[in-house]
């Protein structure tokens, strides 16, 4: 089955740049979202974006000199229109680092996905989705959810709303420490250090 890729890129830091733009190995945070996606067989790769500064620019006329084929969006029906009706589309949260590993385990599974981490001091910054869990911030989901999600929008958050539909459709639980390890969530450059030493 195909699987496509939606990667959130619209959140700010606290000095009012895109979370997408931190620092990481010598790139960009979401430069890295991009390669796991497409490593793990994604596409196409379609990012939510609000504003396209001519940093992030720079990032997408990196990747498609390598080949990437993504697309920028900031219409959700337009993000809908660039997946085939019946393919899997893997969700990563703006500003998380996963591992690569947890990405390609997503999308390998058969059916709606997401990776829960503990509702812990540790990952108080992570969306809660439960008593006692929180999201990873790397999720599987069906066209059709999305599709259905886009058409009752409104004014909420895409990210948040399609995450809470997965959670409500029952989807397994693929818990990151079992599948390549957990993910950071990053709100500054100083948050991606550890992480970008593991990398190298």
Do not use: K, N
Request: proline share 6%.
């Amino acid at each position: 089955m195909a699987v496509g890729a939606l990667i959130s890129a619209y959140q700010e830091d606290d000095s009012g740049g895109l979370r997408a733009l931190l620092p990481l190995a010598g790139r960009t945070l979401v430069e890295y979202q991009v390669r796991c996606a497409a490593a793990a067989g994604a596409a196409p790769i379609v990012i939510m974006v609000e504003r396209v500064p001519q940093a992030l620019q720079d990032v997408f006329e990196r990747l498609r000199l390598d080949g990437v084929g993504l697309f920028p969006v900031s219409d959700v029906s337009e993000a809908v229109s660039r997946f085939e009706a019946g393919s899997m589309i893997l969700l990563i949260g703006d500003g998380i680092a996963p591992p690569a590993e947890l990405v390609a385990a997503l999308a390998d599974e058969p059916e709606s996905a997401l990776g829960p981490v503990p509702d812990d001091e540790e990952h108080a910054g992570f969306e809660r989705i439960d008593s006692h869990s929180r999201w990873a911030g790397v999720a599987l989901v069906d066209a059709p959810l999305l599709g259905s999600t886009a058409a009752m929008l409104g004014d909420w958050d895409l990210q948040s709303t399609l995450l809470r539909r997965t959670v409500q459709e029952g989807a397994l639980r693929v818990r990151a420490a079992d599948a390549g390890g957990e993910p950071l969530l990053a709100e500054t450059a100083a948050d991606l250090q550890d992480f970008q030493r593991r990398l190298l």
